[in-house]
């Protein structure tokens, strides 16, 4: 019930708003969404206060028939795995609207029910249990940040946001062709067809399919993530469109959305192709592993802020998805998993915080380009501490959020080899090197003519970064509530993976 | 069974109209009379125990699948009348467009129920010939009697291959008869003549031609093109649903059924070229009217590819394919047609900056694009997932990737339109007034189409037993 309050509390609100005018809005929008992170909130404590209950199982859970001649069901759930995830949704969106609160939407009702409309697609991906339905809701996240980068994005808008919506439609139809296979896999039940129950498709892909038909899932899967996270080599649509995109829907995208990518791979990968993964974990490991050097090379190369960002986001996921990859069925270590877990976490808050950032620095100089400015720190010191506080937790700092999900991730890849976690491991040392350099260009050195008029921090942009800067540390120095809500589950999913390929 | 009678009834009714003087209350009467005819096809759902569903002395048998795909054809046809009201009203010869119409319909409804080869053919001239009048109807356009001209000959063409098909056919078994036929051939597998396989090619080839399957699909685009909007809108819905239940009837039903190892991997090459050529072409299009007549090629290959898997998915695909495909298209069409009449072009650029002008407009036009292109929580996704599924389930896997990559062309062409409804500015001083008859159209289609995307089963469940309806296609 909880869990289907939590989808249903923002697709209300993003009805509701519909129906209303001006910037009155923002206002709505706001209250629903710290609604629905009290609601997340409450569902984390009774969550983490009694995990085994069962009647707290029957109410987190909801599964009713909805299309009954094909075997589909609404079925959602909620365990530790989805929590982190849905915790992560409700506490970001909330951040995401206050930080327009200042700015002037053309058509605020419009925009903010899509924003709403978008959270109650998130929530449902986390929290799906059936293959169909992951798959209804994985597209209808793709409808509301269309229309929200095509109406109030930037310069060539329409071509950027064409092939962002491309890209991402290729992969879900490859991975509806993959779940189409499963699907019919599975054996025909008492009502007379096939199943899209998870637990389903889990036994058509561990035991049914044949070695050449598991690849083929596989890989329609692993496509369809790889291009929401983005891995290289399918990460040409992301830079343009987060630069492109309105600074909130880059927050959207950044922060949430591309979380679905790696949850999906945690969820629906690992455990429905475990057998695949033995024979191609070494190519998708190495493509994270490309994608984490590539990209961090290339951030180092640019010029303008956002798309820094950008790029050092691609290095950031290319670690969280080959931590996950390294996931192996012959030890079952959940390190990988875990530290995915964290970072997803910790990158959603500090991306958020980061592209914050750089939107600041845009509307007070009218400029990103990181060599035309410098200096701001005289001007703002304030701003300067608050900067570094979440680039910090960014480059992985201990005792940031980001330390904590980087040290487990690359102890994940480790275990697997290596070489892998050597490579990998230059992210932390490139990215402390492209976020410093940036820092140092933006805040430190002399102030000049663009950032001598830098205005004052309002009270709406100090609050937006108090709490981002309060979660990065927050989550950095305790972590443990994150990990324990958790790891039952993650343990739970891994010895189910390891089992099933025991023969 | 009546319900032909009372179609035929309407129409002469309607060619009457002109001379008794009650042409004012024409469109009462059709719309009055639709709703009876569908109401009398309904009532057979009741009966499906032998002679009060046949006909014509076992011709016809309206039952089953009959049933369901004459309701969505006649509703279409309802929804199409609302659509077309104001164009007809406009015409000189109004009462004649209107009878042609349903005689039209009433070749429709034939192909729905036929159980005898000559009924196959003759409903296809009923529905074909009232359309090569109809396509040619605004006499004063170059382009509409350009369109009538080949359309006619073409149609000809695929006349006389369809019929040579059936004559050899008939050689081949003895019997026009569906059922005759398929126990003849059954029997009798090893031994047919060459020339049977000869008539079941040509006939093949008749039919792909009235659906516009590729590479029998030339005529289509300037057809579709050059005739008035709304005859535009009738071909691609009413008579796309025919076709392929006339396909459906004879090829996935044992009477070929039964050789279907021998036409499938023909039709299978159709399917994908129809899957390449419409969505390549549509692709390239400036011209909205002729691009929605590329991507119904395009659909029609969809449909085509869940005859092609002829499994126990294959015939509530074909249904769900056609209402949602129907409803969306008519959506489109009328979104199109108050264009054309408010900025006299129906180009691409005509569509500039609609989100702003005319919030209505936009919405529902959006709506019947993420459908049209298969996008959740649109009807048309479930359509296509449904088609996939038949595909898969039958290992047709390459038809399948393929269809999935013409998707995709498919998206860059209808959001082409979107792009420019949302993205750019609209010219200045022009008044978008939607009349209310067509508002309440489009807001009951657009609704419906997302509201038998959200809850499938309404379709796939209809009247319990909808394996009844799977059933009957397949006897």
Known sequence: ?503 | MKAILLLSGLGIIALFAELFRFRKALYPIVILGLLGTIATAVSYWWYDDGEYNKYFAGMIDFQGSAVVLSVIILSVALLWFVMSANYLRTQTSETDHTALVLFALVGALILTCYTNLTMLFLGVEILSIPLYVLAGSRKNDLGSNESAFKYFILGAFASAFLLFGIALVFGATGSFDNLSIAVFVEANKATLPAFFYGGVVLMMIGLLFKISAAPFHFWAPDVYQGAPTVYTAFMSTVVKTAAIVAIARVFISPVFGTVSEFWVPIMGVCVGLTFVIGNFSAAVQTSVKRMLAFSSISHAGFLLLAVVAATSFSAKSIIFYTVAYSVASLVAFSVLLNIIRITGSDDVESFNGLGKKSPLLATVMTIALLSLAGIPPTAGFFAKYYVLTAAFSSDHYWLAIIGILGSLVGVYYYFRIIIAMYFREAKEGVEYSVDAQHQALMFVTAVATIVIGLLPDLILSIGTPAAVVAETLQK
């Open chain 1, 1 to 503: 019930m909880i869990t289907a309050l939590l989808i249903g509390l923002p697709l209300v609100a993003a009805l509701l708003l519909l129906f209303t005018n001006g910037e009155g809005a923002k206002r709505i929008a706001f209250v629903a969404s710290l609604a629905e992170l009290g609601l997340a909130l409450f569902a984390f404590y009774l969550l983490r206060t009694s995990p085994h209950d069962e009647h707290l199982t029957s109410q987190m859970t909801m599964n009713v028939p909805w299309i009954t001649s094909i075997g589909v069901d609404f079925n959602i759930a909620m365990d530790g795995i989805s929590m982190v995830l849905v915790l992560l949704t409700a506490f970001l969106v909330p951040v995401i609207i206050l930080s327009g609160f200042e700015k002037k939407h053309d058509n605020p009702s419009l925009f903010h029910a899509l924003v709403m409309f978008m959270q109650m697609a998130l929530v449902g991906v986390f929290v799906a249990r059936d293959g169909f339905l992951f798959y209804v809701f994985w597209e209808l996240a793709l409808i509301p940040i269309y229309f929200i980068c095509l109406l109030w994005g930037g310069e060539n808008r329409g071509k950027i946001t064409f092939k962002f919506f491309v890209y991402t439609l290729a992969g879900s139809l490859f991975m509806l062709a993959a779940l189409i296979v499963l699907y019919l896999n599975t054996p025909v039940g008492l009502s007379g067809t096939h199943s899209f129950n998870i637990v389903a498709l889990y036994d058509a892909g561990q035991n049914v399919l044949s070695e050449t038909e598991q690849s083929l899932v596989f890989w329609g899967m692993f496509l369809a993530f790889a291009i929401k996270m983005p891995v290289f080599p399918f990460h040409t649509w992301q830079p343009d469109t987060y630069v492109t995109a309105p600074t909130q829907g880059t927050m959207l995208l950044s922060g949430i959305m591309l979380k679905m990518g790696t949850y999906g791979l945690i969820r629906w990968l690992l455990p429905m192709t475990p057998g695949a993964l033995e024979t191609w974990g070494p190519v998708v490991i190495a493509l994270s592993v490309i994608s984490v050097v590539y990209a961090s090379a290339l951030a180092l190369a640019q010029k303008d802020f956002k798309r820094l960002i950008a790029y050092s986001s691609i290095a950031h996921v290319g670690l969280i998805s080959a931590g996950i990859l390294a996931f192996s069925t012959k030890t079952g270590t959940t390190e990988g998993i875990t530290g995915a877990m964290i970072q997803m976490f910790a990158h959603g808050v500090n991306v958020v915080g980061l592209f914050f950032i750089a939107e600041i620095v845009l509307n007070k100089t009218g400029t990103r380009e990181i060599n035309e400015l410098g200096g701001i720190r005289n001007v703002s010191p304030q701003f300067a501490t608050l900067f570094l506080i979440v680039l910090l937790g960014s480059v992985a700092l201990p005792l940031t959020n980001g330390f904590v999900g980087e040290f487990l991730l690359i102890n994940g890849v480790y275990q697997y080899s290596i070489w892998a976690a050597a490579i990998a491991g230059l992210t932390v040392i490139l990215g402390a090197v492209y976020m410093l350099r940036s820092y140092q260009a933006v805040m430190l050195g002399e102030t000049n003519k663009v950032t001598a008029g830098f205005a004052a921090l309002t009270t709406n942009e100090k609050a937006v970064l108090f709490i981002v800067c309060a979660a990065v540390i927050a989550f950095g120095v305790y972590p443990k509530p994150l990990l324990d809500i958790m790891q039952n589950d993650v343990n739970a999913l891994a010895s189910m993976i390891t089992e099933s390929v025991k023969p």
